[in-house]
């Protein structure tokens, strides 16, 4: 836990204002989280902007960089442009609390502010479900397309038969 406090943004000494942050992000930062990844070789810069009011704090915190992702369909590797932002509000409090999406707890008595995880989350929300390199030719995804399972359409509901509905009836009646 000690290497992601090179990610805290200090606060207190700082004027009311904004204040510019930058980090630049490889892979020894995504091992300090304990969790697989889907990409390798990563180049992220992360530009921080700190709007500091005397009594909260709004972070706008900008991704912008590659990562290495596999193809889902030749296995091929290929860099996958990684830009994403996000707006954190933080304000203080009692204890630390992050149950609201957008808002931040922090207690009254921090001077600093962690955003390795805002980081790491915000990376990860870029990554996308299909990783389809961009030397797959529209003729080869045209072809998967036609050969890959449909979905099968349900049938019209038939009409139903009353003895069942009046079954229906008392079971919502329960």
């Known amino acids: 836990m000690d290497k992601l406090r090179n990610y805290d943004v200090s606060f207190s000494g700082l004027k009311t204002g904004k204040h510019v942050f930058r980090f630049e992000i490889d892979k020894e930062f995504f091992q300090l ?3 697989e990844q889907e990409f390798t070789n990563p180049k992220i810069t992360v530009d921080v902007l700190l709007d500091k009011h005397t009594t909260f704090l709004e972070f706008e915190i900008k991704v912008n960089g ?3 992702l596999v193809c889902d369909i030749t296995n091929d590797s290929f860099d ?11 304000k203080f409090g009692e204890e630390y609390d992050d149950s609201e999406e957008d808002v931040i707890t ?5 001077h ?3 955003i390795a995880q805002l980081i790491y989350e915000n990376v990860a929300l870029s990554i996308p479900m ?3 390199s961009p030397n797959v030719s529209e003729e080869d995804l045209a072809i998967l397309e036609k050969f890959s399972p449909k979905e099968i359409e349900k049938e019209k509901e038939q009409e139903s038969d009353p003895r069942w509905d009046a079954l229906k009836n008392l079971k919502n009646k329960n």
Not at 80 to 90: A, D, F, R, S, T
Not at 106 to 110: E, K, N, Q
């Open 130 to 132: 299909k990783k389809i």
């Open 66 to 68: 590659t990562v290495e």
């Open 33 to 35: 989280f304990d969790t």
């Open 112 to 114: 600093a502010f962690n």
């Open 106 to 110: 922090i207690p009254t008595s921090d």
């Open 80 to 90: 996958h442009p990684i830009e994403n932002q996000i707006k954190v509000l933080v």
